[in-house]
């Protein structure tokens, strides 16, 4: 099975100031069609997940363009450019390359 | 819009069984994978069943494997989790979410599930 990394597991930013966090994974996530099938989600205090990156970089629809995603292979990264308040909540990574899908342990974001 | 409605969560014994059931609607149900993740109470997400758009393929984590049963009905835009022996460590919430085989794109609501006697 493949597992993700998560680093920090948690995060207290300054509002208005970057925030990022680091997914490693213990093989190579790029699937046999070329794609590698690594996303982020978010999840608020008391909501579900919501798709946040997909395909490493691309952000889903209605997402604020202060997120973004980046890497390759094994190691992958998301920035939030300026955090405001509403994007407490905790991160997870995730890979569907291969069955079973797995999730990063998570990072929680929180104002300093 | 797209929505995703659990239901069928509740409180029931070890050994028991419950099925959930996840009501689709807003986009077309029969062209998705459809997928079940659970969320123990305090801790992260745990992938549990996939379901190819016909039924064709299904995937579970080991952990409930032999136990669980995921199936859909594409004509009433449903998705099921029929879960059997059920253990203390099957408590959680219960999400529903669209995709599988890329992306988790839309999720529910989520329906929790105690095991307990």
């Known amino acids: 099975d493949i597992v993700l990394t998560q680093t920090p597991l948690s995060s207290p930013v300054t509002l208005g100031q970057p925030a990022s966090i680091s997914c490693r994974s213990t093989q190579s996530l790029v699937h046999s069609d070329g794609n590698t099938y690594l996303s982020w989600l978010q999840q608020r205090p008391g909501q579900p997940p919501r798709l946040l990156i997909y395909y490493i970089s691309n952000r889903f629809s209605g997402v604020p363009d202060r997120f973004s995603g980046s890497g390759a292979g094994t190691d992958f990264t998301l920035k939030i450019s300026r955090v405001e308040a509403e994007d407490v909540g905790v991160y997870y990574c995730?890979?569907?390359?291969?069955?079973?899908?797995?999730f990063g342990g998570g990072t929680k974001v929180e104002i300093k | 819009e797209v929505q995703l409605v659990e239901s069928g969560g509740g409180l029931v014994q070890p050994g028991g069984s419950l099925r959930l059931s996840c009501a689709a609607s807003?986009?077309?149900?029969?062209?998705?994978?459809m997928t079940w993740v659970r969320q123990a109470p305090g801790k992260g997400l745990e992938w549990v069943a996939s379901i190819k758009q016909d039924g064709s393929e299904e995937y579970y984590v080991d952990s409930v494997k032999g136990r669980f049963t995921v199936s859909r009905d594409n004509a009433k835009n449903s998705l099921y989790l029929q879960m059997n022996g059920l253990r203390d460590e099957d408590t959680a919430v219960y999400y529903c979410a669209r995709g599988g085989k890329q992306q988790l794109e839309c999720w529910g609501q989520g329906t929790l599930v105690t095991v307990s006697s």
């Open positions: 995730m890979q569907a390359t291969q069955f079973p899908l797995t």
């Open positions: 807003g986009f077309t149900f029969s062209t998705y994978w």
